[in-house]
């Protein structure tokens, strides 16, 4: 298995491209943005800022997920870890065992149940948000607990908020001797599942949600800076996706908005799919999304939410970015959403396509989501995923979309979905990627599924996940332009079988791998343009994607010049 690289901070090209950024922003700000709003479609760092887009900045490229960021910069973000660098330096350990490891992804667990441990990182922040996925995996006796800690001192002087078997979740407080409790609510928690907490400390007052809803609050003056951390007491816990702000979260539960009927409308709806997408399969003809309905033109989150969750095919023109409430929004099958020039998307929330996970479903349920498509729309700032597609869902075209600075994944892809499209995205400024297939232990829904086409996207200094592919085959990746990628282009794993053919890959270590974490998979690497960039580590045999559909291939030395002046938005008719 390789060793990848941990970048530990910019290089001095970086800084002074992010201090030249700063300067311009400075002055070219657009009316109403601020210097903590996501960047325009294709923009760079030192271009103006989008008009009303929400408080999501990436790392500066060439950062590690684990850097945090320039003193002084306008980012929200403090410090972020995904652990996907295989090891945990930077971390202070106190107490318990310790390790990264695969759940999944890669995770910070703490294994065993005997022990008081924390865990402490980054540098000494007042106001901080501490946020991370935390998975209790058992508890030794009672009022036991898995925390996130804020304004750590030490690894006995801190804040916590945690996940306790008691059936509660507990705000409290460490002051070199046992836990001092602050407030407490009530809250189902059960081993071995997931869930996203965060404690916020902003001056005197402390907040802790779970899963996005407020449950928690006290004032206390004892602790008025520093680090962040992870803890277990007397438990066992995998913690992923660690991330420090200077930004509070929602101030009360997301609520269902009212239904209501948004005007007629129209928006560029030209054009058919390529790849997986257009296939004829399980049932549907194609993907023709809210072809044959009516059309409707949305502008709020109340509209767009009603209008994208109900029942029967529509066609939904998003005008101007939209700010949702925080998590994941459902589409119903036979939608098609469309943003209405270059500036429209969606902000502060993402798109789910698909039933509710249910491990015991193991091959296409009848009620699964499927004919839909997402064209033409700006994300930023999702509090989870942009778009997330799961539950067997099928015959689904994402295409000509501008997708950065989110949470979690940009495009992720799971559990059995199947036919599906991504296509001319340009994706910026963001680590995790697009995922196909979420956990190595997942065969029994996804082997034989997962045949998706990812054409003539801009991977633009995405580090990794681009896609990082699981069981899938064949998953077709075709005519993309890649730059900059630091860990890796297409990782092809769990038994998956890739075809990476006609691609542009410039300065990008490891444009493709079947050997980069976890088990291997097989791909196909040909014809592809290396410029500056590894040679592809490829082995195995792989089904033609040609036996399912027809394609042609562009000239892979045009690639670059035809994506990055047609990926994106604002360039369907």
Same mark, same amino acid.
């Given at each position: 298995?390789?060793?990848?690289?941990?970048?530990?901070?910019?290089?001095?090209?970086?800084?002074?491209?992010?201090? +030249?950024?700063?300067?311009?922003?400075?002055?070219?700000?657009?009316?109403?943005?601020?210097?903590?709003?996501?960047?325009?479609?294709?923009?760079?760092?030192?271009?103006?800022?989008?008009?009303?887009?929400?408080?999501?900045?990436?790392?500066?490229?060439?950062?590690?997920?684990?850097?945090?960021?320039?003193?002084?910069?306008?980012?929200?973000?403090?410090?972020?870890?995904? !652990?996907?660098?295989? =090891?945990? #330096?930077?971390?202070?350990?106190?107490?318990?065992?310790?390790?990264?490891?695969?759940?999944?992804?890669?995770?910070?667990?703490?294994?065993?149940?005997?022990?008081?441990?924390?865990?402490?990182?980054?540098?000494?922040?007042?106001?901080?948000?501490?946020?991370?996925?935390?998975?209790?995996? $058992?508890?030794?006796?009672?009022?036991?607990?898995?925390?996130?800690?804020?304004?750590?001192?030490? #690894?006995?002087?801190?804040?916590?908020?945690?996940?306790?078997?008691?059936?509660?979740?507990? *705000?409290?407080?460490?002051?070199?001797?046992?836990?001092?409790?602050?407030?407490?609510?009530?809250? #189902?928690?059960?081993?071995?599942?997931?869930?996203?907490?965060?404690?916020?400390?902003?001056?005197?007052?402390?907040?802790?949600?779970?899963?996005?809803?407020? *449950? /928690?609050?006290?004032?206390?003056?004892?602790?008025?800076?520093?680090?962040?951390?992870?803890?277990?007491?007397?438990?066992?816990?995998?913690?992923?996706?660690?991330?420090?702000?200077?930004?509070?979260?929602?101030?009360?539960?997301?609520?269902?908005?009212?239904?209501?009927?948004?005007?007629?409308?129209?928006?560029?709806?030209?054009?058919?799919?390529?790849?997986?997408?257009?296939?004829?399969?399980?049932?549907?003809?194609?993907?023709?999304?809210?072809?044959?309905?009516?059309?409707?033109?949305? =502008?709020?989150? $109340?509209?767009?939410?009603?209008?994208?969750?109900?029942?029967?095919?529509?066609?939904?023109?998003?005008?101007?970015?939209?700010?949702?409430?925080?998590?994941?929004?459902?589409?119903?099958?036979?939608?098609?959403?469309?943003?209405? @020039?270059?500036?429209? @998307?969606?902000?502060?929330?993402?798109?789910?396509? @698909?039933?509710?996970?249910?491990?015991?479903?193991?091959?296409?349920?009848?009620?699964?989501?499927?004919?839909?498509?997402?064209?033409?729309?700006?994300?930023?700032?999702?509090?989870?995923?942009?778009?997330?597609?799961?539950? !067997?869902?099928?015959?689904?075209?994402?295409?000509?979309?501008?997708?950065?600075?989110?949470?979690?994944?940009?495009?992720?892809?799971?559990?059995?979905?199947?036919?599906?499209?991504?296509?001319?995205?340009?994706?910026?400024?963001?680590?995790?990627?697009?995922?196909?297939?979420?956990?190595?232990?997942?065969?029994?829904?996804?082997?034989?599924? *997962?045949?998706?086409?990812?054409?003539?996207?801009?991977?633009?200094? #995405?580090?990794?996940?681009?896609?990082?592919?699981? !069981?899938?085959?064949?998953?077709?990746?075709?005519?993309?332009?890649?730059?900059?990628?630091?860990?890796?282009?297409?990782?092809?794993?769990?038994?998956?079988?890739?075809?990476?053919?006609?691609?542009? !890959?410039?300065?990008?270590?490891?444009?493709?791998?079947?050997?980069?974490?976890?088990?291997?998979?097989?791909? /196909?690497?040909?014809?592809?343009?290396?410029?500056?960039? @590894?040679?592809?580590?490829?082995?195995?045999?792989?089904?033609?994607?040609?036996?399912?559909?027809?394609?042609?291939?562009?000239?892979?030395?045009?690639?670059?010049?035809?994506?990055?002046?047609? +990926?994106?938005?604002?360039?369907?008719?």
């Amino acid at each position: 298995m390789r060793r990848r690289r941990r970048t530990t901070g910019p290089p001095l090209a970086a800084l002074v491209a992010a201090l +030249a950024a700063v300067l311009l922003v400075a002055t070219a700000l657009m009316p109403g943005a601020s210097a903590a709003t996501a960047l325009m479609p294709g923009a760079s760092a030192a271009t103006a800022l989008m008009p009303g887009a929400s408080a999501a900045t990436a790392l500066m490229p060439g950062a590690s997920a684990a850097t945090a960021l320039m003193p002084g910069a306008s980012a929200a973000t403090l410090f972020q870890d995904d !652990f996907e660098d295989g =090891d945990a #330096t930077g971390w202070s350990r106190s107490g318990g065992s310790w390790s990264v490891t695969t759940d999944g992804t890669r995770v910070y667990r703490q294994s065993g149940t005997s022990a008081d441990a924390r865990a402490v990182a980054g540098t000494t922040w007042t106001d901080q948000a501490v946020q991370a996925r935390v998975k209790p995996l $058992a508890f030794n006796g009672t009022a036991r607990y898995a925390a996130v800690l804020a304004r750590a001192q030490s #690894t006995s002087a801190y804040y916590y908020l945690g996940l306790s078997n008691s059936g509660a979740v507990v *705000l409290g407080k460490r002051t070199g001797s046992g836990p001092i409790t602050l407030a407490t609510a009530s809250a #189902t928690v059960t081993p071995g599942t997931w869930y996203t907490i965060r404690l916020e400390a902003f001056g005197t007052t402390l907040r802790g949600l779970v899963d996005d809803v407020p *449950l /928690v609050t006290a004032t206390d003056a004892t602790f008025g800076a520093g680090r962040a951390g992870l803890a277990t007491y007397y438990a066992g816990a995998s913690f992923d996706d660690l991330l420090v702000t200077d930004v509070a979260g929602p101030t009360q539960p997301p609520s269902s908005p009212p239904v209501s009927t948004p005007p007629p409308g129209s928006c560029p709806t030209s054009g058919t799919p390529t790849g997986f997408a257009s296939v004829d399969a399980w049932g549907q003809n194609g993907t023709t999304g809210g072809a044959g309905g009516p059309s409707v033109e949305v =502008d709020t989150a $109340a509209e767009l939410i009603a209008a994208i969750g109900q029942s029967g095919p529509l066609t939904v023109c998003v005008r101007g970015m939209i700010t949702v409430p925080a998590g994941m929004h459902n589409v119903a099958s036979d939608k098609t959403i469309v943003g209405i @020039g270059s500036g429209s @998307g969606i902000t502060g929330g993402g798109l789910n396509i @698909g039933l509710p996970p249910d491990d015991a479903v193991t091959s296409p349920p009848p009620g699964a989501v499927h004919n839909v498509i997402i064209r033409n729309l700006v994300f930023r700032g999702a509090t989870d995923d942009s778009i997330n597609v799961q539950m !067997f869902s099928h015959h689904i075209w994402i295409d000509h979309n501008d997708l950065c600075c989110g949470y979690d994944g940009l495009v992720d892809i799971k559990r059995g979905s199947s036919y599906i499209t991504v296509s001319w995205n340009h994706v910026h400024q963001h680590t995790k990627t697009m995922l196909l297939g979420h956990d190595d232990g997942n065969a029994a829904q996804d082997t034989g599924r *997962l045949k998706v086409t990812y054409h003539h996207n801009w991977f633009d200094r #995405t580090p990794q996940r681009n896609p990082r592919v699981r !069981f899938g085959e064949p998953v077709h990746v075709y005519n993309n332009y890649y730059v900059y990628n630091t860990d890796t282009g297409v990782a092809c794993q769990a038994g998956a079988g890739c075809v990476v053919e006609g691609n542009y !890959f410039e300065t990008v270590e490891e444009p493709v791998t079947n050997s980069y974490a976890g088990p291997s998979g097989r791909c /196909v690497a040909r014809d592809n343009v290396l410029d500056d960039s @590894g040679a592809p580590d490829c082995s195995g045999t792989v089904q033609e994607p040609s036996a399912y559909y027809g394609y042609t291939l562009d000239d892979p030395a045009t690639v670059k010049a035809t994506v990055t002046a047609r +990926a994106g938005v604002g360039k369907i008719g």
